[in-house]
């Protein structure tokens, strides 16, 4: 377990820790001169041989408020110091306030000092501190009375630290291996060494690491965890490791960089996430807002995106887009505080939602609606409504980086999940049955329509399709709807060519009817068409139905479309050139006139029109000043 103190300046949080492991984690010249913390200092007390504890003493002075929130990344419990003489102080409030807008909910109170007051005032600050901690995340925290001059209360408190990290120590965070870098420095004879706490995960020695966000690979040596040396670190303790690096990038790592496991390396600079707006601002949070962003040990400067109102007013929360103005590799429930441009007041907390996010539709309803359900639900339930509410599936490799899933972790957590999973190379895809199938209803309806207004032919090239969707979906998830519509005999396959036609052609029953209609409408004996909309209109059918339906005619040959709604029977068609080749071979000059078309045939003049220049599309006529002139045989209609 990883505990940080939190407190004023001068209340004996040193001295505390100091009387709890025996180490004094002051160790900067400047820290001995001055009698206070600048930067954080590190102790361990050992358990027994399989556990122990770390303590990071934060500064407590307002001038190293980042170094404080730094200390607290990768904790698991705060002790909060307050000395009886004093008081809560400034930073007293502000350190709470940095802990309530963390989350931080394991903690404690040392009241120190106690031998410089009465027990009246003791009982007192007590009481005083009772009603401060009561709207906070340590509104459950025992208050302990501390002597570091006389030892009172100690023993104690030791006794109630030691439980907690012994119960802790059980439940190891899951995931890739992160850990925070608060120190760096080089050992001779070792080399290059750093230090932090590890957030999530097991290390081993000889792991194979990522430094974020700079990309830079990493060979662990050794590990030295709590204090000792170990063959892994896990999550809940600090660590220092022994890095084998390129030469040449050593220079490079700094506090605030991420050491990773590979498989979760994802750096963004985009995040959703949700905030709390401190209560001691007296300013709505705006609207792109330029903040400074602490998170683990980094500090960025990023710009907020207010996605549901324009400003966020204090002691409220809300959904916000953060733009940052360098990549990092965070993870959801990654805890953060946000500190205004001058750097100087806490404004606000939060915790990551979508660690790589997209500018695109940031704020339509459905996507906060998205958002606003990861927030309070579990990981399983968010995937669900993740994958009803994308037509086209999501990206589960994407989503277990969010999630920190290791490989394995990710299987387990597939296993009962009522979704389909599409596998191809590298990529994992999860979408609903539900829109599993509609998505093969639009491609089938596309396909059938295309094929329809394609003039040419009866198929359609498979690039044609992929390229049609490339927009809203993956081309190897189009890959499959096509496969499967073709074991399900709905199109069918020659070569790259795909048709909804087959030699065998076969009606259902309601078509059945439908065709029977359709051919007693146009009446093989006369010169008729018909449109969708007047078989709709006149038989009462949907008019999404019937043009389903006369697409998938016009694939089997059975309907002749010659214009955008018009449909003839091929043995209509066939009538009509006859006439055509009538009326030229009558003519001396071989033409076809409009009007001599018309008198033949008794069909009107815009349907003699459509008739004709449908002819001269199929190169059965060809289109002169006079007239039009017999090109090919009337059977070429019909290729």
């Given at each position: 377990m990883i505990i940080a103190t939190a407190g004023h300046?001068?209340?004996?949080?040193?001295?505390?820790?100091?009387?709890?492991?025996?180490?004094?984690?002051?160790?900067?010249?400047?820290?001995?001169?001055?009698?206070?913390?600048?930067?954080?200092?590190?102790?361990?007390?050992?358990?027994?041989?399989?556990?122990?504890?770390?303590?990071?003493?934060?500064?407590?002075?307002?001038?190293?408020?980042?170094?404080?929130?730094?200390?607290?990344?990768?904790?698991?419990?705060?002790?909060?110091?307050?000395?009886?003489?004093?008081?809560?102080?400034?930073?007293?409030?502000?350190?709470?306030?940095?802990?309530?807008?963390?989350?931080?909910?394991?903690?404690?109170?040392?009241?120190?000092?106690?031998?410089?007051?009465?027990?009246?005032?003791?009982?007192?600050?007590?009481?005083?501190?009772?009603?401060?901690?009561?709207?906070?995340?340590?509104?459950?925290?025992?208050?302990?009375?501390?002597?570091?001059?006389?030892?009172?209360?100690?023993?104690?408190?030791?006794?109630?630290?030691?439980?907690?990290?012994?119960?802790?120590?059980?439940?190891?965070?899951?995931?890739?291996f992160r850990l925070a870098v608060d120190r760096k420095f080089f050992l001779n004879g070792i080399g290059l060494v750093v230090t932090g706490s590890v957030l999530s995960g097991k290390v081993n020695i000889d792991d194979k690491l990522l430094i974020s966000p700079k990309n830079l690979k990493a060979r662990v040596k050794t590990i030295h965890s709590n204090s000792r040396n170990s063959e892994t670190g896990i999550s809940g303790q600090r660590c220092a490791l022994n890095l084998q690096v390129q030469k040449n990038s050593k220079d490079l790592i700094q506090r605030g960089d991420l050491l990773l496991s590979e498989f979760i390396y994802n750096p963004s600079k985009c995040v959703d996430a949700i905030i709390s707006v401190s209560s001691f601002i007296h300013k709505p949070l705006k609207n792109w807002s330029r903040v400074h962003m602490h998170i683990g040990t980094a500090k960025i400067i990023c710009r907020i995106i207010v996605l549901e109102k324009k400003e966020i007013f204090p002691g409220q929360k809300g959904l916000v887009q953060l733009k940052l103005e360098k990549e990092t590799s965070l993870v959801f429930g990654d805890r953060f505080i946000l500190r205004d441009q001058s750097a100087k007041k806490t404004i606000a907390g939060g915790q990551i939602i979508d660690p790589?996010?997209?500018?695109?539709?940031?704020?339509?309803?459905?996507?906060?609606?998205?958002?606003?359900?990861?927030?309070?639900?579990?990981?399983?339930?968010?995937?669900?409504?993740?994958?009803?509410?994308?037509?086209?599936?999501?990206?589960?490799?994407?989503?277990?980086?969010?999630?920190?899933?290791?490989?394995?972790?990710?299987?387990?957590?597939?296993?009962?999940?009522?979704?389909?999973?599409?596998?191809?190379?590298?990529?994992?895809?999860?979408i609903s049955e539900q829109n599993w199938r509609l998505c093969k209803k639009n491609i089938f309806e596309f396909i059938g329509k295309s094929i329809a207004q394609n003039q040419n032919g009866l198929h359609l090239n498979k690039e044609n399709i992929l390229s049609a969707f490339s927009h809203r979906a993956k081309g190897f998830l189009v890959d499959k709807i096509l496969n499967e519509l073709i074991e399900e005999k709905?199109?069918?396959?020659?070569?790259?060519?795909?048709?909804?036609?087959?030699?065998?052609?076969?009606?259902?029953?309601?078509?059945?009817?439908?065709?029977?209609?359709?051919?007693?409408?146009?009446?093989?004996?006369?010169?008729?068409?018909?449109?969708?909309?007047?078989?709709?209109?006149?038989?009462?059918?949907?008019?999404?139905?019937?043009?389903?339906?006369?697409?998938?005619?016009?694939?089997?040959?059975k309907l002749c479309k010659i214009s955008e709604k018009r449909y003839f029977l091929p043995k209509t068609i066939l009538k009509c050139a006859n006439v055509v080749e009538k009326i030229a071979s009558e003519n001396n000059k071989g033409l076809v006139d409009l009007g001599v078309f018309r008198n033949e045939t008794k069909i009107s003049r815009n349907i003699s029109i459509e008739l004709l220049e449908f002819f001269d599309k199929k190169l059965f006529t060809l289109r002169s000043d006079n007239g039009r002139i017999i090109k090919s045989d009337p059977s070429n209609i019909f290729k």
């Open positions: 300046v001068d209340h004996g949080k040193t001295s505390l820790v100091k009387q709890l492991t025996g180490v004094d984690t002051d160790r900067l010249p400047e820290e001995k001169k001055r009698g206070m913390s600048i930067d954080l200092g590190f102790a361990y007390k050992k358990i027994n041989n399989q556990n122990s504890i770390g303590y990071v003493d934060v500064p407590g002075h307002e001038n190293f408020i980042q170094n404080m929130i730094s200390g607290l990344a990768g904790v698991n419990f705060v002790l909060l110091v307050i000395a009886a003489d004093d008081g809560p102080k400034t930073q007293t409030f502000e350190h709470l306030e940095i802990i309530n807008l963390l989350g931080i909910k394991n903690g404690a109170v040392a009241i120190t000092k106690i031998d410089k007051v009465d027990e009246k005032k003791i009982l007192e600050l007590e009481s005083e501190l009772k009603v401060i901690l009561k709207e906070t995340s340590l509104s459950k925290a025992p208050i302990f009375q501390i002597s570091s001059l006389k030892k009172n209360g100690i023993q104690e408190l030791q006794k109630f630290l030691e439980d907690k990290a012994l119960d802790q120590n059980k439940k190891d965070i899951p995931g890739g790589n996010s997209s500018v695109k539709g940031r704020s339509k309803a459905g996507r906060i609606e998205v958002l606003n359900f990861q927030v309070n639900n579990s990981s399983k339930d968010a995937l669900l409504l993740l994958v009803s509410k994308s037509t086209w599936g999501i990206d589960l490799i994407k989503f277990s980086i969010s999630r920190n899933f290791s490989k394995t972790a990710l299987k387990s957590f597939l296993k009962n999940l009522q979704i389909k999973i599409i596998i191809h190379k590298e990529e994992l895809w999860g709905q199109i069918f396959k020659n070569g790259e060519k795909i048709s909804i036609t087959s030699k065998r052609n076969t009606f259902n029953s309601d078509e059945k009817i439908l065709w029977i209609k359709i051919k007693e409408n146009l009446n093989e004996s006369n010169f008729n068409s018909l449109t969708i909309n007047e078989f709709a209109e006149k038989n009462n059918i949907n008019i999404k139905i019937v043009e389903n339906f006369f697409n998938k005619l016009v694939s089997q040959k």
